[in-house]
């Protein structure tokens, strides 16, 4: 068209600009060509013709040809972008072409997201979440050693002197939970509260919502101030939430208290994971406490401590001060704080002691959802595989065509995210739902737990995070292998042939993902024997038809006497109600890990004045409990009431007591000292059944009762028998505790059953994540091989149809194609026991005495496995059988 | 990109532009600009709707056997943008061009 083109004379200048030219987007690249050479020419037919020109000349034309590389350098961002635009249109056409494929990549993704989300905003709750305070970073918490590198609270003395000693805080704060009976407009409710120092608000930078807060005036002078805060939620819940309830009096532990202020909504105190309702000062400590005055006890470690750094202290600065502290109190005060030394950590409980524990179960649960990943990732990389063997043809063709294969591996890479973008979306979606079931959930502990579980920025960067890196990590692999293909078997359609080569690697994660989900359902196994085995243990007594209420009549300010006659009469009246078999009082009741021990010395038997002697559970009961309980007595008589105070010391021990320390003699009439070589002998008046005391997976312990009215204590448990309605039955102890005092209030309630569910709580957690986990594992495991094997029988229809026309029979060719997979199960299965056998040993505490190489479990899940990864083998293979040698010999 | 953030380069661009310097190469005789930074700021300023750009009519480079050469003209927003930048740049006010249709290459 244009004359200048018949003459392509050998100009380096217009050369250059072809081969810059090559840089710029192919969308720009002709217009920008054509703008260039015109100019060069232009510039050239100005000058003259070329042959005639001078050298400078040409160089000149050169050098301006070479800013065309700047200019086609500029425009490469919009290279990228235009790419990039295209490989996510392209994908999503992908996508949505295959949308049985995308569905079940993103669901499988989505299940493993979830629960990672899930899991994470746990940790996050209990770990990341700062302080609902002013500069929460600046807050540290002050603890005491115990000598023994434990750390626990501070005793006021020593609060009042790292408080007032200190030039490293701007504040240091003091306070501690206090169980509170609240009596209000003729209701009495249970609730925690905080006794708090006069500093606590104005050192946090707490603002009241209403009225004022605590100030160091309301804490001087002892039970000066009966004043009291209440949380947000307090004064909407329990309050109305109308503001006329400033000033307004309530009674709290038998006690009046005026409502002078209400914090702001959010603020919840010192601690993340608990909620406690109201304020009181610290000085207010013995009204509330009653019988507990701790004021001036420098040995009781009773309050939790936080300091404010002053600005421009650092927390290595602040310990030394620290360090200096604690000598100087440990020099003033060697009876009390030697060795002890004052440490900083991380605010709250979870910065100090709980974090251990908690991140131990965190981490077991962290690492059985990424396991799940895991499963969801191979799942997720064989469908990919697959589906890059299907794609070879197009791929060899777009790679002869002269796409490079970065180019190609961008464009796979590209899918691979946006399917694990949108597997992240639903994963979160997921992720929220659990943890509203997990809200809904409400662990049977007496104490105001909030776990205020959400969805906040750093749960969706994590989301966000862990899908990208599945999402590229797990689309490499294939991607890399689908591009790697050889272009001349690829188009020449001979799809058997390319298949061999990659089959190692999806041969491998199949393999992989059996092990894994062994490992998973391992897991799950032990767990559920555990529940198994948890329900046929011995208690030693019979939980049902039972049930127990706490309460603490020294909260009510009584004196012993008087509690023990409210005792009595108290049950007498519950067992005048109708249906009641039987009804006693407590200490304790089993199971629970507060139980106690004490120490035993026996005269003429064991060591009398040794640290060393032995221990034994012991608990305190009143007459009936043992009734109550359904333990049976095995020898000799109950208490009494005539077991009381005055009378001589009696105990009743179990069959352990009495086999430890008189095998095979009687024990009836018996004498040994509790707790001190020096104190009062207790005679034996009988033998009660073994059982379970502290836990459900602890061997035969031996153990003590002794009758409450022999050794008081005012906080006990009310257990009752009955043949009445378990709920009715409430209502009416209730009611009678109400007529003994309109404002005792009642700690817990709940049936026997209910309250044997809290030992068994992290088991059945832990048996709950891992069954499910594990049956989601074998699904997926089962998902993966069924697809790897329909897909290498579909590949192999030919040689099937060769081999049937040859004369193999339905049994050969179903055994031919069952081996294949099953070579691949087996591996795995062996693999996965090495793995659960090295893994499972850390669940040992949750396991109630299950072995952690239980072999009826292990050999069960792999059966289990076999069997469902046989029938994934089995599925396709019939099919294959079904091949008719004519079609198959056609099929191309 | 805003008025507010034309380079000094871009300015003198544009007013080389508004002045008949329409064509790359001519921009960069005028401005004594390097053809680097000239390049970029044609297409910068063409993606911000400153300058439009054409091609020149077929029959006038055939006539001259060669390929259409493109060139650049102001457009509203140039004007305005140019107008923002003279007060700020200063010098620009005092650079009085001399609009022609047809410049020669000065060594020619």
């Known amino acids: ?892 | 990109m805003g008025k507010g953030f034309l380079t000094y380069s871009s300015a003198v661009i544009l007013q080389a532009v508004s002045h008949g310097y329409r064509h790359g190469f001519d921009i960069i005789d005028i401005t004594g600009l390097p053809g680097g930074t000239v390049y970029p700021a044609l297409r910068r300023l063409e993606d911000t709707g400153c300058l439009a750009s054409k091609w020149e009519k077929h029959a006038i480079a055939q006539a001259e056997a060669r390929p259409p050469r493109k060139y650049y003209e102001m457009t509203r927003v140039g004007r305005e943008a140019l107008a923002e930048a003279i007060k700020r740049y200063r010098l620009l006010e005092l650079t009085e061009l001399n609009p022609i249709r047809d410049p020669k290459p000065t060594n020619a």
């Open chain 1, 1 to 892: 068209m244009f004359a200048f083109l018949k003459h392509p004379v050998l100009k380096p200048h217009l050369w250059l600009i072809r081969f810059v030219g090559l840089l710029v987007p192919r969308r720009l690249r002709a217009d920008w060509r054509q703008e260039w050479e015109a100019e060069l020419r232009w510039r050239e037919a100005m000058l003259a013709e070329w042959d005639k020109l001078s050298w400078q000349n040409k160089l000149d034309l050169f050098w301006r040809s070479t800013s065309a590389f700047w200019d086609a350098l500029w425009l490469q961002p919009k290279r990228w972008e235009d790419e990039m635009m295209q490989d996510l249109r392209y994908g999503m056409r992908m996508l949505r072409k295959h949308k049985g494929f995308s569905a079940v990549a993103v669901l499988t993704l989505a299940l493993g997201i979830g629960a990672n989300t899930a899991i994470f905003s746990l940790l996050n709750t209990a770990l990341l979440r700062p302080l609902p305070i002013a500069q929460p970073e600046q807050m540290v918490s002050i603890s005491q050693g115990e000598g023994n590198g434990r750390f626990s609270g501070v005793s006021y003395p020593n609060y009042r002197d790292v408080r007032d000693r200190n030039d490293v805080f701007a504040g240091v704060i003091g306070y501690r939970f206090a169980p509170l009976s609240l009596s209000h407009d003729g209701i009495n409710e249970r609730l925690w509260g905080y006794v708090v120092s006069g500093n606590y608000f104005d050192v946090l930078g707490v603002k009241p919502l209403l009225g004022r807060v605590i100030t160091p005036e309301d804490d001087r002078n002892r039970g000066a101030h009966p004043v009291v805060v209440l949380s947000h939620q307090c004064w909407q819940q329990r309050f109305g939430g109308t503001p006329s309830v400033l000033g307004k009096n309530i009674v709290v532990n038998g006690g009046s208290y005026t409502v002078i202020g209400v914090a702001p909504q959010g603020f919840y105190g010192t601690e993340v994971i608990a909620a406690p309702e109201v304020w009181f000062p610290m000085m207010m400590q013995a009204q509330l406490e009653a019988g507990n005055d701790w004021l001036d006890k420098r040995g009781v470690d009773n309050i939790f401590v936080m300091g404010r750094l002053k600005p421009g202290v650092n927390v290595i600065q602040a310990q030394s001060a620290m360090d200096a502290i604690g000598q100087q109190l440990a020099r003033e005060y060697p009876e009390f704080n030697e060795g002890k030394g004052l440490k900083l950590s991380a605010p709250g409980w979870m910065g100090g002691g709980m974090r251990a524990p908690l991140l131990g179960f965190v981490g077991v649960l962290m690492f059985v959802v990424i396991l799940v990943l895991l499963l969801a990732c191979t799942n997720l990389a064989n469908l990919l595989l697959a589906r890059a063997t299907e794609r070879r043809k197009e791929i060899a063709v777009r790679l002869a065509l002269g796409v490079s294969r970065f180019r190609l591996l961008r464009q796979l890479l590209t899918e691979s995210v946006l399917l694990a973008l949108g597997a992240g979306a639903l994963g979160v979606v997921l992720a929220w739902w659990l943890i509203r079931l997990a809200i809904r959930f409400k662990p049977p502990i007496d104490v105001p737990l909030q776990i205020d579980l959400h969805l906040d920025y750093r749960v969706l960067l994590f989301a966000a995070g862990i899908s990208l890196l599945t999402g590229v990590l797990f689309g490499l692999l294939p991607a890399w292998q689908a591009t790697k293909t050889d272009l001349l078997t690829a188009l020449k359609d001979d799809a058997a042939i390319g298949t061999q080569r990659r089959s190692w690697l999806k041969n491998s994660l199949i393999v992989f993902q059996v092990a894994l989900s062994l490992v998973l359902l391992v897991g799950g196994g032990l767990m559920v024997r555990a529940l198994q085995k948890a329900e046929t243990v011995q208690l030693g007594f019979n939980p049902n038809n039972a049930i127990e209420l706490s309460f603490d009549l020294r909260l009510q300010g009584y004196e012993q006497a008087q509690i023990r006659e409210s005792q009595k009469r108290l049950l007498e009246r519950v067992r005048a109600l109708p249906g009641v078999q039987e009804a006693g009082l407590a200490d304790l009741v089993p199971v629970d890990l507060h139980m106690g021990t004490e120490a035993i010395f026996i005269e003429g038997q064991l060591p009398e004045r040794d640290a060393r002697a032995p221990r034994a559970y012991s608990n305190r009961v009143t007459p009936g409990y043992f009734g109550a309980m359904g333990t049976r007595l095995l020898q000799g008589r109950d208490f009494t009431v005539q077991d009381s105070e005055n009378a001589p010391r009696v105990v009743i021990i179990n069959e352990s007591f009495a086999r430890r320390f008189w095998p095979g003699q009687d024990p009836i009439g018996r004498q040994f000292r509790l707790s001190r070589a020096d104190a009062q002998p207790v005679q034996i008046i009988g033998v009660a059944q073994d059982g379970k005391y502290a836990n459900l997976n602890e061997d035969a312990k031996p153990f003590v009762f002794r009758p409450l009215w022999q050794s008081f204590m005012g906080s006990s448990t009310l257990v009752v028998r009955s043949v009445a309605e378990s709920q009715q039955m409430m209502a009416a102890v209730r009611n009678e505790l109400q007529q003994l005092d309109p404002n005792l209030p009642i700690a817990s309630a709940k049936t026997m059953v209910e309250h044997l569910s809290f030992p068994l709580l992290p088991t059945r957690v832990a048996a709950s994540v891992f069954g499910s986990f594990g049956l989601l594992g074998l699904a997926l495991a089962a998902i993966g091989l069924y697809g790897v094997m329909s897909y290498s029988v579909s590949k192999r229809i030919r040689e099937i149809g060769i081999r049937m026309a040859l004369g193999a029979q339905s049994k050969d060719v179903l055994r031919l194609t069952i081996n294949q997979g099953m070579k691949l199960v087996l591996l795995g299965v062996v693999i996965g026991l090495v793995g659960a056998l090295a893994l499972t040993r850390v669940m040992k505490t949750l396991l109630m005495g299950v072995s952690a190489t239980d072999p009826l479990t292990f050999v069960g899940t792999a059966l289990l496995l076999t069997f469902v990864a046989w029938l994934a083998c089995f599925l396709p293979a019939r099919r294959a059988t079904k091949v008719d040698p004519i079609i198959a010999l056609r099929h191309d």
